[in-house]
């Protein structure tokens, strides 16, 4: 990024960073504390806080295609911006109540807050720039950039008050952050005059002055909020993913039924980066559930005679990511003008190779604690950091890739695809091998820290080998690839 990018991109990036920043602080600092929250407080079972767990994250991948679609045809970019924000806003002061009672109601909030906020923000950012505009690329640099640091900082400060006042003022905090963000977009809506304007014809400016062209909205977020609910406290994710799924593969058929030979080439290509994507996530998004709880339970967090909250070390995967991607871009920068560019297969297998060392390494901590019960922080801070700068060859690599490849001018669809599979999915998948680390326990309590430390350790390191195989196969890919091409090339 080059110094001073900040000061000649259009005004409005600011607060669209801004917006996206307090959106990441909300969001991260709130699933930091969220298992903590429903084994500790609500005393829920492990499994039953991984499953809850599971189905919100996976939600929040879904609802995004409904809020994009909605944008399109009827909101506008802007407007779903905001509405997504208050949404939020409101879902996380709800959880701040601190009760069982408002607990799905909060998330189902969120929920549908996030589907109308997440891709609309992005879309909205790109309406800045001409098509031409060659700020683009440096803008949404920045709005990454800024995106992690709100990443960072909020398990850091949400566990630090939840841990000091309790945990209604740490979900609360993440409720202020957000609507801190919303504010300061509101303040600079002058900057976009024009942009992401609404489709439907009540939220148009002129409509705005009639309370009845609020109406269709508020009943749309209610049953939104309704269902979402309804399929948390049901446990119904499954089935609504099982539908998007078919669904999906219909579709993927479809595409592949009608591509040429190289388009058909192409498109196999980006199912492998999918297949490992998904493989990759399941596993990557352990940090939030299994290993939050393997932290709070058999890591020593003591230091200068102080307690860190378990929650905060959250932080350690996007700080992992902002200081490991400046390293990344310099590398890729190197080897340009070395006249070596390195194969997004191989970058796919150097990730993969990276997060396999991150859960080795946690799987030791787990096996030190079965001795006494703890184990030093300092096994899951490296862990934690190799497996944040692991997704720096995953998701950036496959969307380039999608995008490159373009089978049958199908990359919008695709990368939707990918982000559902890597998002939705994983989520999912996650939380049911997190469940597999689930011990009993009473008032939140384990009976026995060395037991749990022994069902962490086993989990982990089964983790650890099946990506190791995951390599494996990469490596054997590659090759059979290398060789098809030569024998193609020789022909």
Not at 241 to 258: C, K, P, S, W
Not at 302 to 319: C, E, L, R, T, Y
Not at 352 to 381: D, K, N, R
Not at 449 to 454: I, R
Request: glycine share 10%; charged share 10%.
């Amino acid at each position: 990024m080059e110094a001073g990018s900040l000061q000649r991109q259009p005004r409005g990036v600011f607060y669209i960073i801004m917006i996206l920043m307090w959106e990441y602080f909300s969001y991260y600092g709130m699933r930091a504390l969220l298992v903590l929250y429903l084994t500790q407080k609500l005393l829920f079972s492990d499994q039953h806080a991984y499953a809850l767990y599971g189905g919100y994250t996976s939600l929040v991948y879904v609802t995004p295609i409904i809020g994009g679609i909605l944008a399109d045809r009827y909101l506008g970019y802007r407007w779903a911006v905001i509405l997504g924000a208050l949404l939020m806003v409101i879902g996380h002061i709800t959880l701040g109540l601190d009760g069982q009672q408002t607990l799905y109601i909060a998330l189902a909030f969120i929920i549908c807050g996030y589907g109308l906020f997440k891709t609309n923000i992005s879309v909205l950012l790109g309406e800045l720039y001409q098509r031409d505009d060659s700020r683009r690329d440096s803008g949404f640099a920045i709005l990454y950039v800024g995106g992690n640091i709100g990443a960072f900082l909020a398990p850091l400060a949400c566990a630090y008050v939840a841990q000091r006042w309790g945990w209604h003022y740490g979900f609360g905090l993440a409720g202020i952050g957000m609507a801190l963000g919303l504010l300061i977009f509101l303040y600079g809506r002058r900057h976009f005059i024009n942009k992401g304007e609404a489709k439907w014809q009540p939220l148009q400016e002129k409509g705005l002055a009639s309370p009845k062209s609020l109406v269709p909205i508020i009943a749309g977020v209610i049953v939104g909020v309704v269902i979402s609910a309804l399929i948390l406290y049901q446990n119904w994710t499954i089935w609504c993913l099982a539908l998007i799924g078919i669904v999906g593969a219909i579709l993927i058929i479809r595409l592949f039924m009608r591509c040429n030979a190289k388009d058909r080439r192409s498109l196999i290509s980006i199912l492998l980066f999918m297949v490992f994507g998904l493989i990759f996530w399941a596993f990557d998004q352990q940090g939030g559930s299994s290993i939050s709880l393997f932290i709070e339970r058999n890591v020593d967090r003591h230091i200068f005679g102080n307690v860190i909250p378990a929650a905060a070390f959250q932080s350690i995967n996007p700080f992992a990511i902002l200081i490991g991607g400046v390293l990344v871009v310099g590398l890729w920068r190197l080897l340009a003008r070395l006249g070596m560019k390195p194969s997004a297969l191989f970058k796919l297998t150097m990730g993969m190779i990276i997060l396999t060392l991150g859960f080795f390494v946690i799987a030791l901590g787990a096996h030190l604690a079965t001795a006494t019960g703890q184990s030093s922080m300092l096994w899951v801070v490296l862990g934690l950091s190799l497996i944040g700068f692991a997704e720096l060859f995953i998701d950036p690599v496959a969307m380039a890739e999608i995008t490159r490849l373009n089978p049958a001018g199908s990359v919008g669809f695709l990368a939707g695809v990918y982000m559902l599979v890597t998002g939705s999915f994983a989520n999912y998948i996650a939380a049911q091998v997190a469940s597999l680390t689930s011990v009993q326990s009473v008032g939140g309590h384990v009976q026995s820290l060395v037991n749990a430390a022994e069902h962490y350790y086993k989990v982990f390191d089964k983790i650890a080998y099946v990506t190791l195989i995951g390599v494996i196969v990469l490596i054997i890919v590659a090759v059979v690839e290398r060789y098809i091409h030569r024998r193609r090339h020789l022909t």
